[in-house]
């Protein structure tokens, strides 16, 4: 964070101090909620949770050389202490954007948005300093900690905004004002929160409307309620996508035989050949987006397309692909899912397994509401038509609606089958997986599948020590 005395940090949110020797005392370090990242200089932000209190960590976080605690009630070592320990966050956050000389980027989207985010931050730290949000923690929380990690040197911010509901957005944008605003798509994640994609539109749209009239909307030329919010702001739209009016467009989209998206990159300034280094045609899209805001801040098509065909992964779990010793290749993207996220993955799966024997391994896509069995069901059904081997279903009712998919639309059980669980998901991989097969990887994030994934990896791991051993 940029250097601030406790004094002036207590008077940006409103706090008493309490057993602050000196207020001068500077806070250099990063704002932190987790007390394992605490470093010299750090403020530690106590949150109470349903399980943990941040505030019982006070002690050991001052003596592992936080400068305060940003509390709810003293502590009895130096703290700041607000009522409402969140909204002095957003406060702080709010505050030193404003210092910065950075331009603030914000982007949001049904799917895509972290995947979109770290191609954009890596093409942009090519040309400035750039900050931006770690993973995917992009709400009310998650947002200020990664504003409030910038420095005097950064100058670009890129925030990815999530939201669970109307109005959600909105605040976010009143904590870091965005100069350029990115919609990716609308799409069915959360519906069953939102209830409906136009609720959906009408809640990302709100970041286009919080824009300035010297600022810059981002939008999909190829996602007809993305195109329409237009309308909603005052700021210069700047279309991407493959449609023939978009002005950052990819043309001769093709895949790579392992399945790496190659193709055309078209700006206002030329074009350029990239080809990507992530895997899915679906990551057009995502280049496309981080193209256009890098366009806007004043990169050429050549270093833009240069920094996308270097551009790797840098969350975990998303489309992460590795070879095993014995060739068995694993995809793990079990982050998150959603019936957009879902079909593309296994569309990648299908272009990378050509020739060789793949798996999906599929659970529950949560928050989908009314649209669960029809969207569960969806899934089952294209794992059949993309002719994937073998779909193994894992969990419980929505795991059966996928598996009953792929049952109806003709895998008469030979190429489908429901397990109750991750492990057993395991067993029934180790006993049946054999060389040069693909096995992809994906549910949403409560389901845990990640760990079929991990098992898989550390099954090749110990075979290859044991092999080396035994020589």
């Known amino acids: 964070m940029i250097a601030l005395s406790l004094a002036e940090i207590a008077t940006v949110v409103g706090g008493q101090t309490y ?3 000196d207020p001068a005392i500077q806070v250099t370090g990063p704002v932190v909620r987790d007390s394992r990242e605490v470093e ?16 019982d960590y006070a002690a050991d976080v001052v003596a592992a050389g936080a400068a305060a605690v940003l ?26 954007v404003e210092r910065l000389g950075a331009t603030l980027v914000a982007l949001t989207g049904s799917v895509g948005k972290t995947s979109s985010k770290d191609l954009l931050a890596q093409v942009l730290r090519r040309k400035a300093p750039t900050v931006f949000t770690p993973g995917s923690l992009n709400n009310e929380i998650g947002l200020p900690l990664t504003a409030l990690s910038a420095t005097d040197d950064t100058r670009f911010l890129v925030l990815e905004m999530g939201a669970r509901g109307i109005g959600h957005i909105r605040y976010l944008t009143e904590l870091t004002p965005p100069k350029i605003g990115l919609v990716l798509n609308v799409g069915t994640a959360h519906i ?36 329409a919010m237009a309308s909603r702001t005052k700021a210069r739209v700047l279309l991407f996508g493959e449609a023939e009016d978009a002005d950052v467009r990819a043309e001769n989209v093709r895949l790579t035989p392992v399945g790496q998206p190659t193709f055309t990159l078209h700006t206002p300034s030329g074009c350029s050949d990239v080809t990507l280094r992530l895997y899915g045609e679906h990551h057009v899209s995502n280049a496309l987006a981080a193209a256009a805001v890098a366009h806007e801040l004043g990169m050429s098509v050549d270093e833009i397309a240069l920094a996308l065909s270097e551009a790797g992964t840098l969350s975990r779990w998303r489309m992460e692909v590795t070879e095993r010793p014995d060739g068995v290749t694993v995809v793990n993207d079990a982050y998150n899912a959603n019936p957009e996220s879902m079909r593309a ?26 649209e669960s ?16 081997s073998k779909l193994v279903a894992v969990g419980g009712r929505e795991a059966s609606w996928l598996q009953l998919g792929a049952y109806n639309e003709g895998s008469w059980g030979e190429e489908s089958v429901h397990v109750s669980d991750a492990q057993a998901a395991i067993d029934l991989l180790r006993s049946e997986l054999r060389a040069g097969d693909v096995v992809l990887v994906k549910a949403s994030r409560s389901v845990g599948l990640e ?10 791991a110990v075979s290859s020590e044991g092999q080396v051993s035994g020589r």
């Open 19 to 21: 057993d602050i020797p």
């Open 451 to 460: 760990r079929v994934a991990t098992a898989l990896l550390d099954d090749a």
């Open 373 to 388: 069995l029809t969207e569960h069901d969806a899934v089952g059904r294209l794992a059949v038509r993309l002719n994937v």
């Open 40 to 55: 010299p200089g750090s403020l530690f932000v106590a949150f109470v949770g349903e399980r943990v209190d941040g505030h």
């Open 192 to 227: 069953g929160e939102f209830g409906g994609r136009e609720q959906i539109a009408q809640a990302k749209g709100e970041l286009v409307e919080a824009l300035p009239a010297d600022g810059a909307a981002v939008l999909n030329a190829d996602d007809p309620l993305v195109r």
């Open 71 to 96: 509390a709810s009630r003293p502590v009895g070592v130096p703290a700041i202490v607000v009522d409402d320990v969140q909204a002095a966050l957003g406060a702080l956050a709010r505050h030193v």
């Open 345 to 370: 993955a296994l569309r990648a799966l299908a272009a990378m397994g050509k020739g060789r024997r793949t798996w999906a391994v599929l659970g529950q896509m949560a928050e989908l509401g009314d």
